[in-house]
């Protein structure tokens, strides 16, 4: 039997784009799962760089999309709507979301669903989807990462590094990551990365060039892009490949086609957020059948920064854009 659900639900919003400081705690309508989807009792909620894009005005979500924030959560299942089997009802979850995570109640497609149960903490189930579904389809389905490979990833303390570290690691690559400091730097290497290397005071085209005899890495996730983009063609191997997340460095790059031609390199990249329901579907039943044992097990668990509670999203998001944290940033919805 579905349990009583409100009208009214607190949730964080803001009126005009900004700075942290516009993330007011408010009271909406509950959303009212539509086909093919089920409407989750929000524990926790994760924190993301696009979270913290779409709060400056610059990333709109997309049409048919909850206008609040919040791209991942973990809780339970209280309602479902019409095409959804009724065995999804009290189900413990986490879940890629369309947006409206930072909510007590949010809907999501059923399809986009992973299951937690009592395996994983629901704190730790809401720092997975985001990263967990960025990192395998940029770094596994577009990298083509295959065991014995180097994977270079920048940012490697945010929570796609980290994920990205973890998971590679888990599937028999090499791991090498830049960080800001050396304190960060030994995050890494405790979190699994092979090497690590402070960008703040090493030319990191020169290290790899080191680390790796000359041979360069196949694959580079690049969350910077603008004049990295150079730098990191001269990190690639012969046949390398190169995906883009994120531009928090710019949008263009100069390029040498000539360069790109003769050592075979792939420049690829992608947006999760804008992708089709039938597209996210397909990247979670694939992450099910053969990543997501692996956190079930207790193999790979996310690294966690810091929890805030629903009301401070704004303390959240200063934390983020200040570069501070490690991991994951959380925010406490309802517990559990």
Same mark, same amino acid.
């Given at each position: 039997?579905?349990?009583?659900?409100?009208?009214?639900?607190?949730?964080?919003?803001?009126?005009?784009?900004?700075?942290?400081?516009?993330?007011?705690?408010?009271?909406?309508?509950?959303?009212?799962?539509?086909?093919?989807?089920?409407?989750?009792?929000?524990?926790?909620?994760?924190?993301?760089?696009?979270?913290?894009?779409?709060?400056?005005?610059?990333?709109?979500?997309?049409?048919?999309?909850?206008?609040?924030?919040?791209?991942? +959560?973990?809780?339970?299942?209280?309602?479902?709507?019409?095409?959804?089997?009724?065995?999804?009802?009290?189900?413990?979850?986490?879940?890629?979301?369309?947006?409206?995570?930072?909510?007590?109640?949010?809907?999501?497609?059923?399809?986009?669903?992973?299951?937690?149960?009592?395996?994983?903490?629901?704190?730790?189930?809401?720092?997975?989807?985001?990263?967990?579904?960025?990192?395998?389809?940029?770094?596994?389905?577009?990298?083509?990462?295959?065991?014995?490979?180097?994977?270079?990833?920048?940012?490697?303390?945010?929570?796609?590094?980290?994920?990205?570290?973890?998971?590679?690691?888990?599937?028999?690559?090499?791991?090498?990551?830049?960080?800001?400091?050396?304190?960060?730097?030994?995050?890494?290497?405790?979190?699994?990365?092979?090497?690590?290397?402070?960008?703040?005071?090493?030319?990191?085209?020169?290290?790899?060039?080191?680390?790796?005899?000359?041979?360069?890495?196949?694959?580079?996730?690049?969350?910077?892009?603008?004049?990295?983009?150079?730098?990191?063609?001269?990190?690639?191997?012969?046949?390398?490949?190169?995906?883009?997340?994120? +531009?928090?460095?710019?949008?263009?790059?100069?390029?040498?086609?000539?360069?790109?031609?003769?050592?075979?390199?792939?420049?690829?990249?992608?947006?999760?957020?804008?992708?089709?329901?039938?597209?996210?579907?397909?990247?979670?039943?694939?992450?099910?059948?053969?990543?997501?044992?692996?956190?079930?097990?207790?193999?790979?668990?996310?690294?966690?920064?810091?929890?805030?509670?629903?009301?401070?999203?704004?303390?959240?998001?200063?934390?983020?854009?200040?570069?501070?944290?490690?991991?994951?940033?959380?925010?406490?919805?309802?517990?559990?």
């Amino acid at each position: 039997m579905a349990q009583e659900i409100p009208e009214k639900m607190k949730a964080i919003h803001f009126v005009s784009p900004g700075g942290p400081e516009v993330l007011a705690l408010t009271e909406v309508d509950v959303p009212q799962p539509r086909a093919g989807e089920v409407l989750i009792e929000v524990a926790y909620a994760g924190v993301n760089r696009p979270d913290v894009i779409q709060r400056q005005g610059h990333y709109p979500a997309p049409p048919g999309a909850s206008p609040l924030l919040g791209l991942e +959560v973990s809780g339970k299942v209280v309602s479902i709507g019409d095409g959804v089997e009724p065995e999804w009802l009290n189900r413990i979850v986490c879940a890629l979301t369309p947006g409206g995570g930072y909510a007590q109640y949010c809907r999501t497609p059923a399809s986009q669903c992973l299951p937690v149960g009592d395996a994983i903490p629901l704190a730790e189930a809401a720092a997975i989807p985001e990263t967990l579904f960025t990192v395998w389809h940029n770094v596994f389905q577009r990298g083509y990462a295959r065991q014995g490979e180097r994977l270079l990833v920048h940012g490697g303390t945010s929570g796609i590094g980290t994920m990205a570290i973890m998971l590679a690691k888990a599937f028999g690559l090499d791991v090498i990551v830049t960080c800001g400091s050396d304190a960060k730097c030994t995050a890494a290497k405790k979190f699994g990365a092979d090497h690590a290397i402070n960008y703040r005071e090493t030319d990191f085209v020169e290290e790899i060039g080191a680390i790796t005899d000359g041979n360069g890495v196949e694959i580079v996730l690049d969350m910077v892009s603008g004049d990295y983009v150079p730098r990191n063609l001269k990190c690639l191997a012969e046949d390398g490949r190169h995906v883009t997340i994120a +531009v928090l460095g710019g949008m263009t790059a100069q390029l040498n086609m000539a360069v790109i031609m003769s050592r075979r390199l792939t420049l690829t990249g992608s947006t999760l957020r804008p992708r089709s329901d039938e597209f996210k579907a397909m990247l979670c039943a694939e992450i099910e059948a053969n990543a997501w044992p692996l956190f079930l097990d207790g193999e790979v668990c996310p690294v966690m920064d810091r929890t805030y509670p629903l009301a401070d999203a704004s303390g959240a998001h200063a934390r983020m854009e200040k570069g501070e944290h490690i991991g994951k940033i959380i925010l406490e919805v309802g517990g559990g």
